[in-house]
């Protein structure tokens, strides 16, 4: 089998993954029999996909129930019973966005790969939630989506899901697929959509990021700390620069700044007083070109968001981190 997609499953209803599975029972151009399967892992949930559903395409679904352990663990559940040559990571309320989604990785495939990345399509809402609108996301280490991997390649380089994480987990799984590939390639074509769901948590809660940051820095210390293992020690400094230059640009975001908001503010800062203390070290060591660096490209970004200045110097700001850790 050249293709298998890996999807975890915890409460997703036979109507809410079903377009992803018709979507691929559309593609044309691929032999859909011989060529590619689903492998779907239930997350311990009382949520089971019918046999009536599963039965009724023209490619291969292994469906298993396993223990309850999170998106990660369940991820690497699919991964160790996939067989394919290539697998891709897919979100059981996501689909293909066009016909020719798997055309387009397999002509990918025919000049061999380790990791593919590729734009993808997100489906989202405007400022009254109701109106649709579609945005192509360009290539990023951020989502899972739009991603394909060679198995062997995952394999041979220990590249897993971190089981330990559950929210903001696709960075560390993207990201060293992408830093230890000797064949990475980028796509233009989008093929992926990332659908609308009311009830997903990520896109309609507001204060999304400001209760889950700190989620982010627990990802980027799982990462650091696997670059360190892997005696890639500039990559670690990077990573380490980046994320802290990220949490000053970030907490400098009017929402971070609203008094509203300010509890969440401090436990991030509380959170980020001992990730600097862990890798401080790191960030002094980073070369100043590797700084200016990763500021021009955290500034270009938040400028997007709506950062146009900074509310309180890098300097001073770590000071107070410094203050609240005893060191000055």
Same mark, same amino acid.
């Given at each position: 089998?050249?293709?298998?997609?890996?999807?975890?499953q915890y409460k997703e209803p036979d109507n809410v993954i079903k377009p992803l599975l018709d979507s691929i029972a559309v593609q044309q151009?691929?032999?859909?029999?011989?060529?590619?399967?689903?492998?779907?892992?239930?997350?311990?949930?009382?949520?089971?996909?019918?046999?009536?559903?599963?039965?009724?395409?023209?490619?291969?679904?292994?469906?298993?129930?396993? &223990?309850?352990?999170?998106?990660?663990? +369940?991820? /690497?559940?699919? *991964?160790?019973?996939? @067989? =394919?040559?290539?697998?891709? !990571?897919?979100?059981?309320?996501?689909?293909?966005?066009?016909?020719?989604?798997?055309?387009?990785?397999?002509?990918?495939?025919?000049?061999?790969?380790?990791?593919?990345?590729?734009?993808?399509?997100?489906?989202?809402?405007?400022?009254?939630?109701?109106?649709?609108?579609?945005?192509?996301?360009?290539?990023?280490?951020?989502?899972?989506?739009?991603?394909?991997?060679?198995?062997?390649?995952?394999?041979?380089?220990?590249?897993?899901?971190?089981?330990?994480?559950?929210?903001?987990?696709?960075?560390?799984?993207?990201?060293?697929?992408?830093?230890?590939?000797?064949?990475?390639?980028?796509?233009?074509?989008?093929?992926?959509?990332?659908?609308?769901?009311?009830?997903?948590?990520?896109?309609? &809660?507001?204060?999304?990021?400001?209760? +889950?940051? /700190?989620?982010? *820095?627990?990802?980027? @210390? =799982?990462?650091?700390?696997? !670059?360190?293992?892997?005696?890639?020690?500039?990559?670690?400094?990077?990573?380490?620069?980046?994320?802290?230059?990220?949490?000053?640009?970030?907490?400098?975001?009017?929402?971070?700044?609203?008094?509203?908001?300010?509890?969440?503010?401090?436990?991030?800062?509380?959170?980020?007083?001992?990730?600097?203390?862990?890798?401080?070290?790191?960030?002094?060591?980073?070369?100043?070109?590797?700084?200016?660096?990763?500021?021009?490209?955290?500034?270009?970004?938040?400028?997007?968001?709506?950062?146009?200045?900074?509310?309180?110097?890098?300097?001073?700001?770590?000071?107070?981190?410094?203050?609240?850790?005893?060191?000055?």
């Amino acid at each position: 089998m050249k293709l298998q997609i890996l999807v975890p499953q915890y409460k997703e209803p036979d109507n809410v993954i079903k377009p992803l599975l018709d979507s691929i029972a559309v593609q044309q151009n691929v032999d859909l029999k011989n060529e590619v399967g689903v492998i779907i892992c239930n997350d311990g949930s009382d949520v089971h996909l019918s046999d009536d559903l599963l039965k009724s395409y023209p490619f291969q679904i292994d469906y298993y129930l396993c &223990d309850h352990a999170g998106v990660s663990a +369940t991820r /690497n559940a699919c *991964l160790d019973r996939a @067989t =394919a040559e290539y697998v891709m !990571f897919c979100d059981a309320d996501d689909m293909f966005m066009n016909v020719c989604g798997l055309w387009i990785i397999f002509r990918e495939i025919q000049t061999g790969f380790d990791t593919l990345n590729s734009c993808f399509v997100e489906e989202t809402r405007g400022p009254d939630r109701k109106e649709i609108q579609y945005i192509i996301r360009q290539m990023d280490c951020t989502f899972v989506h739009g991603k394909v991997h060679r198995r062997q390649y995952l394999i041979d380089n220990n590249i897993r899901w971190n089981d330990a994480l559950t929210i903001h987990e696709d960075s560390y799984f993207n990201i060293l697929c992408q830093q230890l590939a000797k064949n990475a390639k980028y796509c233009q074509s989008a093929f992926y959509l990332w659908r609308w769901r009311n009830d997903s948590v990520c896109r309609h &809660d507001d204060k999304y990021i400001l209760k +889950t940051y /700190n989620n982010m *820095l627990e990802s980027n @210390t =799982a990462l650091v700390k696997q !670059f360190q293992r892997r005696s890639m020690p500039d990559h670690a400094r990077t990573y380490a620069t980046n994320m802290i230059y990220d949490a000053y640009f970030t907490l400098n975001k009017d929402e971070w700044i609203n008094q509203e908001n300010q509890d969440y503010r401090a436990a991030v800062e509380k959170r980020f007083a001992k990730y600097y203390e862990e890798f401080h070290t790191l960030f002094d060591e980073t070369p100043q070109e590797v700084k200016a660096r990763c500021v021009v490209g955290i500034k270009n970004r938040m400028f997007g968001e709506g950062l146009l200045m900074e509310h309180v110097t890098f300097e001073d700001w770590i000071n107070k981190i410094k203050t609240m850790l005893g060191r000055e």
